[in-house]
Each structure stands twice: as C-alpha cells, then as structure tokens.
C-alpha cells in the first residue's frame, strides 16, 4: 500500500473542488451557496468576476408580463451570481493548493473496496501510466453522473428517467436596440412551442453588446425510464447549427430587437432527472450528479452539489478527529438531511420543465393562468422567488436537529439557517473599536459549532442572570469541537467583569448587539429573542441559548431561565458531541 489518507475524494467537477473546463456548463450561483463562499472567505474573488442579476422578466406568448425584483429579498446576497463553472472550479482548487497542498490530476479512480476500518481504491496515474493503492478511512464519489464510486456498490440505484427530446444551449454575443432591456437580467418566454431562457453571462460590456445563454427546449416531453444514464453536455445526439438558434430566436423572441454578433458556444444536451438511493454506503459517500441529476431548469445542479458537500465536510472532519460521541448518527445524518432537499428540486425542476414543453391546449391555459398569479399576486411571488434563489432551504427530520419547541415559536427553530445581521460591537475595546456582522465574526471559527448565550432585557425588567451565564461559560469550555460567544443586546449592561474572568476569552468571544432590541436587523431580533421578551411577564429575562453547526444551519434553539434548561442543551449537545476527554 502507498499511501494512507483521512479521505479520498474522486472526481473533479465543483463538487470534488477539481478540474477547470473550457467550456462551462453552470453559471448560477444562489444566494445560499454565496454564503457558503461566503463562510470561506471567497465571495471577494467570486463578485470581482462575476455578473450580479438583480432580477428577472418574463414574456408569456409574446406578452410582456413585467419584472421579478430579486432584491427585495431578505438575504446577503438578493442576486443570482453568474460566473462560469470553469472560474468557480478554478477559485476553489487555488483554494484547495493553499490550504492542503497536492491535487492529483489525471489520475483516475480504477476500483475501491470496503474493509472493517478503511476503504481501499485502486488508482491510476494517467501521466506517468503507473498503478497506486491507496487506503483511506472514508471515501466520497464527486465523480459526475457516471460515478463509479456508486456504480460499484450493486445496492446502489440511480433511479429516475431520460428527457428523449433534445435541449439547445448557446452562448453568444448579442446587438440590438433591445439589449438594455434584457442586460444582467434573467429572461424568460414561454411559448406555444417550448420555452427559451437567456441568461447573462461576465462579459467586457462595450454598452453596445451584451454575452448571454440561451437554454431552450425542443419538441414535447417524453421520458424514457431505462437505466441508461444520459445527462449532460458531453453525449448531444446531433450538432446544433448557428441557423437552428436563429429560427429559435425568431420563434421565441421575436418581440425584441436582438441579433447575433457573434456566437461562442452551441451544442444540444441531455437532461435526465435521477437520484441515488440514499447518499451513504458505510465508508462510501456520494455528492453532487454522483447522488442526483436534474433538469437545468432554474440553474440549481452544482448549487446543491456544493450544499451536499458543505453538509458533510464538518460531519467526517468531527468523526476523523474523536469529537463525536456518535459518529454513525452523525455521518447518516448527511443522507437524511440532504436526500428531502435534492427531491424537492428534482420535483420542482421536473415540473417547470414539464410545464414548459407541454403544447397541450389545456396545459397552454394553464400555464398562462398560473405564470400570470404567479407575477400578480406578491405572497405567490415570493414562493416563487425563494425557490429560484433557494431562500426556503431547511432541514426537516433529522436525528441531530432538535424538534421545534411549541411554546417558543418566535425562536429561530432547528433546520433554519442563520441570518447575517448589521454589525456588533466587539466588547474588547481595550485596543480599538471592533464591528463586525455576525457571518464575519464566525468566519473564524469556521470549523466549530458555534453556540450563542444571547441575553438582554426590557426596561422594567432585572438585568439577566450572571450566575447562569458563567454556568454557560463552564459548561461550554468542555467541548473541544465548540465556541462559546456571549451576546447582550443594547450597551445597558455596563460591565461583563461579574463573568467568570478565568475561563472567558479562552472559551468564549463577547460581542454587543447595539442596535435596539426592536429593529428587525439586531441579532436579537433575527434569533427571535425579541418577541419573546415582548411577550414575557417575569422579571428576570431569559437568555436565548442557540447551537449552530459549522454549515451555519441551527441545530438546536431554547430559551433557559434555569439550570435545569441549559442542562437541556448540554445533553443535546452530548447526542453527537464529545466532551473533552
Ligand atoms: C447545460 C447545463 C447547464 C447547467 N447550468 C447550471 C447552473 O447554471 N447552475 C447550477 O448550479 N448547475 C447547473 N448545471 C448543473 C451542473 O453543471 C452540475 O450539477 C455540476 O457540474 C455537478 O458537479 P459535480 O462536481 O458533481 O460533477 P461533474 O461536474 O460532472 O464533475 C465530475 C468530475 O469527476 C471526474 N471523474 C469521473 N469519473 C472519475 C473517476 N473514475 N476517477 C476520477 N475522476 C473521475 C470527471 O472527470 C469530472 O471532472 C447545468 C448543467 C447542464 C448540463
């Protein structure tokens, strides 16, 4: 045996974090994927090169329905971010080479067996044409749709169906009177014969021209339900000609005055809607069109593909270091999380492509009628938005996230994800002021569950209770995988110096929250902390408590007026987390 790893990771799409293309099949980025960027310090060199769309327009039949705002949207970043697939790939392995050294490419995963206390793969070195085994405890499939890392597990299934008629993807440069009316905007017509999407891509904008995708569909929706998987741009059953995308324009788009200047990229694809299984087989994981593969529709594919990994970097990081006092529950939980979610978009892009390449009469109606309430009608508007930007992600069922509490509803509740908030006030201001949002003051605890101690009060009430923050303080200081922080809200609690000075900068960060506890931008507010103390009769507050797992998603949330209730969180927290030993 040569070598023996923590994980091997094989493929090298986004989701593996390898492999630059010429030619790029993703652009989209999220909002919640941004933040992921966000959380490792890399949306500076994604935004430098990117295009922000701010919004969308739609045209039904020809008819102009009017604009989608994407940024009346309570998130950091109320945009889709266009950048190529190639440019993301290529920000993450700079990232990977600074971080952890050596990327393997070419090289090639032959075959891999699982043993009782590591996986073992055969290797080839396609450079030098040699052979290496290679052990390592865990091993992830980010391999593509074809993955061999699930297709050598029979139990592994990768059901679904093919789309049999064909998609058309160009990119181009487009001129015309019209060209401002669709710049860094997503553009959307829906016709009679199919659908037709532009989307903008970075370009060097001359004010002349502007660089676009053009997605469109071609001929009804049938499926065919073998085995064969067909997905993607690598297989096209025939060659697109520049002509074909010129009669697409014409038939989709002929109400704005657009031509080609000059095209880039043309070629037809395959969509297939598949999914795995479940994500984990013992040692074997599986990520990205490894575990799932859908339509392109609303540009969701490497966005959850980057999710899934996100999910279970932090998962087999606390397994491969002892800090979880249940690892098996742990790592299952990545496949319980994740498979819901990937369902829901392989659902909901399924039936926007099939409501798209329906020409039915009925369907015809019916997607008028639904596309118009759609746009009219703000609270369906808004569903609409939150899904294209993936703003209503949560986890539901999961054995490592604690079930709402009914009692305490206004709480940001388990399965949510936090919220970035206007700056805090660091409480160390012995050198200078500090401010800093909340998702820059986690950054650099990137890699630990971070657990909040937020305390503040109304005017007629008693400040907090000291003792039960320095039980905090105790408490959290014996778990090597955790960062403690000590919030309090409004500057009217002059002085920390009661807490517990031995162990509180070795274990916990202490920050102000000085906007009033009413605005809807304080961390009181967003932690729901603020309509319970609203609501609440008792003179002494009580505290929110509030875990939050690495991939910034809340594990468990409670307001603790007692011992017995921060007890509460300790046991919760010793369900997956071990204790310092
Ligand atoms: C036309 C089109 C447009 C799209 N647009 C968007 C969009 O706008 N936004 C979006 O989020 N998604 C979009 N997608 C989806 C997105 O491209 C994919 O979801 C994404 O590329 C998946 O990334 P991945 O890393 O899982 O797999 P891949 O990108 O397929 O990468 C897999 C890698 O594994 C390597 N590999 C395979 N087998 C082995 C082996 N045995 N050993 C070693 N390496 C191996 C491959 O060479 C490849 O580099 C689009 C897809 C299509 C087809």
């Known amino acids: 045996m040569n070598h023996t790893f923590d994980v091997f990771i094989s493929g090298c799409g986004p989701v593996g974090l390898l492999g630059p293309t010429q030619q790029s099949r993703a652009f989209g980025i999220t909002p919640h994927t941004m933040e992921i960027f966000q959380h490792h310090g890399l949306t500076y060199r994604i935004l430098q090169q990117s295009i922000a769309c701010r919004g969308g327009t739609l045209f039904l039949n020809g008819k102009d329905m009017g604009d989608l705002h994407f940024d009346e949207f309570d998130a950091v970043f109320p945009q889709l971010t266009f950048l190529s697939q190639s440019k993301v790939e290529a920000i993450l392995v700079d990232e990977i080479e600074k971080i952890h050294g050596k990327i393997h490419w070419n090289t090639e995963l032959i075959e891999y067996e699982q043993q009782k206390d590591c996986i073992v793969a055969q290797v080839k070195d396609h450079t030098s044409g040699k052979t290496f085994e290679v052990a390592a405890q865990y091993i992830i499939g980010s391999d593509g749709c074809h993955s061999s890392i699930r297709k050598q597990n029979p139990?592994?299934?990768?059901?679904?169906?093919?789309?049999?008629?064909?998609?058309?993807?160009?990119?181009?440069?487009?001129?015309?009177?019209?060209?401002?009316?669709?710049?860094?905007?997503?553009?959307?017509?829906?016709?009679?014969?199919?659908?037709?999407?532009?989307?903008?891509?970075?370009h060097e904008d001359d004010g002349d021209s502007v660089t676009m995708r053009m997605v469109s569909n071609l001929g009804t929706y049938a499926t065919d339900h073998g085995a064969k998987v067909t997905h993607g741009t690598d297989n096209p059953r025939e060659e697109l000609t520049l002509d074909q995308v010129k009669d697409l324009m014409d038939e989709r788009m002929n109400n704005l005055q657009v031509s080609i200047k000059r095209p880039i990229w043309l070629t037809?694809?395959?969509?297939?809607?598949?999914?795995?299984?479940?994500?984990?087989?013992g040692r074997a994981f599986i990520m990205g069109d490894a575990a799932h593969c859908h339509s392109p529709a609303g540009g969701q594919g490497m966005n959850i593909g980057l999710q899934d990994a996100e999910n279970l970097a932090w998962k087999l990081s606390l397994a491969l270091n002892d800090e979880s006092s249940d690892s098996e529950k742990l790592l299952d939980s990545y496949s319980i999380e994740r498979e819901p979610i990937v369902r829901s978009v392989v659902d909901a892009t399924g039936i926007l492509t099939?409501?798209?390449?329906?020409?039915?009469?009925?369907?015809?109606?019916?997607?008028?009628?639904?596309?118009?309430?759609?746009?009219?009608?703000?609270?369906?508007r808004r569903i609409l938005v939150n899904r294209?930007?993936?703003?209503?992600?949560?986890?539901?069922?999961?054995?490592?996230?604690?079930?709402?509490?009914?009692?305490?509803?206004?709480?940001?509740?388990?399965?949510?994800?936090?919220?970035?908030?206007?700056?805090?006030?660091?409480?160390?201001?012995?050198?200078?002021?500090?401010?800093?949002?909340?998702?820059?003051?986690?950054?650099?605890?990137?890699?630990?569950?971070?657990?909040?101690?937020?305390?503040?009060?109304?005017?007629w009430q008693q400040e907090p209770d000291v003792k039960l923050t320095n039980a905090?303080?105790?408490?959290?200081?014996?778990?090597?995988?955790?960062?403690?922080?000590?919030?309090?809200?409004?500057?009217?609690?002059?002085?920390?110096?009661?807490?517990?000075?031995?162990?509180?900068?070795?274990?916990?960060?202490?920050?102000?929250?000085?906007?009033?506890?009413?605005?809807?931008?304080?961390?009181?507010?967003?932690?729901?902390?603020?309509?319970?103390?609203?609501?609440?009769?008792?003179?002494?507050?009580?505290?929110?408590?509030?875990?939050?797992?690495?991939?910034?998603?809340?594990?468990?949330?409670?307001?603790?007026?007692?011992q017995l209730e921060l007890d509460q969180a300790f046991t919760f927290m010793d369900s997956y987390l071990l204790q310092n030993q």
């Open 354 to 380: 099939r409501v798209a390449m329906s020409n039915s009469f009925v369907m015809s109606l019916a997607r008028y009628a639904g596309l118009a309430v759609a746009y009219a009608v703000p609270p369906v």
């Open 268 to 281: 037809f694809f395959n969509v297939n809607e598949r999914m795995a299984n479940g994500f984990r087989r």
């Open 472 to 562: 905090f303080i105790d408490g959290i200081s014996r778990y090597n995988s955790c960062r403690g922080f000590v919030f309090q809200s409004t500057t009217q609690f002059a002085t920390f110096d009661d807490f517990n000075s031995t162990t509180q900068h070795k274990v916990v960060d202490y920050w102000i929250d000085t906007h009033a506890i009413s605005s809807a931008d304080s961390l009181t507010s967003k932690l729901g902390l603020t309509a319970h103390l609203t609501d609440s009769k008792s003179k002494i507050p009580p505290a929110a408590l509030v875990i939050l797992r690495p991939d910034r998603y809340i594990a468990y949330s409670s307001l603790v007026s007692t």
């Open 155 to 202: 139990t592994w299934t990768y059901e679904g169906n093919s789309i049999q008629s064909n998609f058309a993807l160009a990119d181009f440069v487009l001129e015309g009177a019209d060209i401002s009316r669709i710049r860094n905007r997503q553009v959307v017509f829906y016709h009679s014969k199919g659908a037709s999407v532009l989307i903008p891509l970075p």
């Open 388 to 459: 294209i930007l993936q703003l209503d992600f949560t986890l539901g069922d999961s054995p490592i996230i604690a079930p709402p509490k009914p009692n305490e509803r206004f709480l940001e509740q388990g399965g949510h994800s936090l919220k970035e908030t206007r700056a805090l006030l660091s409480k160390d201001v012995t050198i200078a002021v500090e401010r800093k949002t909340i998702f820059e003051i986690l950054e650099k605890w990137n890699n630990k569950h971070a657990v909040f101690w937020m305390i503040t009060r109304q005017t």
